[in-house]
């Protein structure tokens, strides 16, 4: 298992071995955006021209591979709900978002799921067995609210086990430069008790202060809801310490475009 990079239809994805079915995880490379926004932006509110907004998505439904009026999007809040979807909830872009949640899943096959980072932690789930998939944004809020046990048992309200179930977490940012107070501290410490230490390093000389791990805390969790940990994949990526390549919260103070993680369910993979 492992991330690897393509070129497709003139947009950089990164992608994982580990996942059988169509999907991505998105760059800042390959659109058609301008000045902060270049040159990918996914960001439908981030305050991009519309036009070259919907030729990046373009872009990107022909890079992986599907109808772009058949994508399910969301309002994400930063918690815990994921929200099973159909075809039926599949929207237009710049409409207004169907519902408010962090992750998606379906059984639906042809159906892309899509959600939004920068340097929040993308996570793709699949069981290639019983063709089931969810795509979920997990900022800190999300993880140590258990969207990762949501996201797990939504899959297995369709019938997927979680032996069967495949992970990949994707560029985000790292233990590297994720400095966080004692009080996400403390939530890490309440979502996993003291198996949140190795995934928390106190900062020298910088206070109450810490450097969060949450994708190694993600997998463990994972883990810990039945994956099997070669079902798992993580990248190494840190998006703040690339922010040429990837849009980052922090670098930018805000300023910025998305990048986007989508999967569809596909038996043809």
């Known amino acids: 298992m492992a991330f690897y990079e393509t070129v497709s239809n003139g947009v950089t994805l990164v992608k994982s071995s580990l996942i059988p079915m169509r999907h991505a995880f998105t760059t800042r490379y390959g659109g058609v955006s301008g000045g902060i926004y270049a040159s990918l932006n996914l960001g439908e509110n981030r305050g991009d021209d519309p036009e070259a907004v919907r030729e990046n998505y373009r872009r990107l439904a022909g890079a992986v591979g599907f109808e772009l009026d058949k994508l399910v999007f969301t309002k994400q809040v930063h918690g815990s709900c994921v929200r099973t979807v159909t075809s039926l909830d599949s929207r237009e872009l710049f409409a207004a978002p169907r519902f408010e949640c962090d992750g998606l899943a379906t059984a639906e096959e042809d159906l892309p799921l899509i959600c939004y980072t920068a340097d929040c932690v993308p996570v793709l789930l699949c069981d290639p067995v019983k063709n089931t998939a969810a795509a979920v944004h997990s ?11 949501r996201a797990v048992g939504a899959l297995a309200a369709m019938g997927s086990r979680p032996e069967d179930i495949r992970a990949a977490i994707g560029p985000a940012i790292g233990r590297c430069c994720f400095e966080v107070g004692r009080d996400v501290a403390d939530a890490m410490f309440a979502w996993l008790g003291r198996e949140a230490e190795p995934f928390l390093v106190r900062r020298e000389g910088a206070g109450d202060k810490f450097l969060a791990d949450l994708r190694g805390a993600t997998r463990h969790r994972l883990i810990s809801l039945g ?11 840190c998006t703040m310490c ?8 922090r670098v930018t103070q805000g300023h910025r475009g998305s990048q986007a993680a989508v999967i569809i369910p596909d038996r043809r993979s």
């Open 242 to 249: 690339s922010p040429g390549k990837y849009w980052s919260h």
């Open 139 to 149: 900022g800190w809020r999300s993880t140590v609210a258990d969207i990762s046990a």
């Open 227 to 237: 994956l099997r940990p070669e079902n798992i994949d993580v990248s190494g990526e």
